[in-house]
């Protein structure tokens, strides 16, 4: 993994007057992916003012992208909910495509996308540039669901220093499963 810091040279971000329920939708250029990507966002109001804020990425399944978690799973107002009851303490979440490679990437590395270095480099580069709060010290987790839920176990093994919690959801554990 890269040392330098990752500054994405465009940041294109929708109007948050027009997202809903406090959505945010991104689209940077990845290095990774060497090519255009996209990430739905959302910070809780509970978040504001949070220094160190813990990053919760969350991996799509296959044929799914982006917008899946919070417009299908409504991940966004669960994790609100859940803030409000105060069984989970403020985090960003951050749920990105996977690079939209065939039927799915499986988060890892392909021939002209590394979806794996999308994801454990880049998310959390975007987060800490576009997220009050989200910083080096932030806490990375990731969950995923289905092919997602393989990346983010993958991802937890190897990269186990780094990430603090994972969660799989209905993972594809077996290679001839995917």
Do not use: N
């Not at 669901?145 to 993972?171: D, N, P, Q, W």
């Amino acid at each position: 993994m890269t040392s330098q810091p990752i500054e994405f040279r465009t940041v294109e971000r929708a109007d948050p007057t027009i997202s809903g329920e406090g959505l945010d939708f991104v689209t940077v250029k990845s290095a990774a992916l060497r090519r255009r990507a996209d990430v739905t966002l959302f910070v809780p109001p509970a978040a504001h003012g949070v220094r160190d804020l813990p990053i919760v990425t969350l991996l799509h399944g296959v044929y799914g992208s982006h917008w899946a978690w919070a417009l299908k799973g409504r991940a966004h107002l669960t994790a609100t909910r859940l803030i409000a009851d105060g069984r989970l303490p403020p985090v960003a979440l951050l749920m990105p495509s996977d690079g939209l490679w065939g039927d799915g990437s499986g988060y890892v590395p392909q021939t002209g996308l590394d979806a794996e270095r999308w994801i454990m480099e880049e998310v959390p580069a975007l987060a800490r540039q576009v997220i009050e709060g989200c910083t080096e010290r932030s806490p990375l987790l990731v969950a995923g669901l289905s092919m997602g839920g393989f990346g983010a176990l993958r991802l937890a093994g190897k990269y186990r220093e780094r990430i603090t919690a994972a969660a799989a959801l209905s993972a594809v554990t077996h290679v001839e499963h995917g």
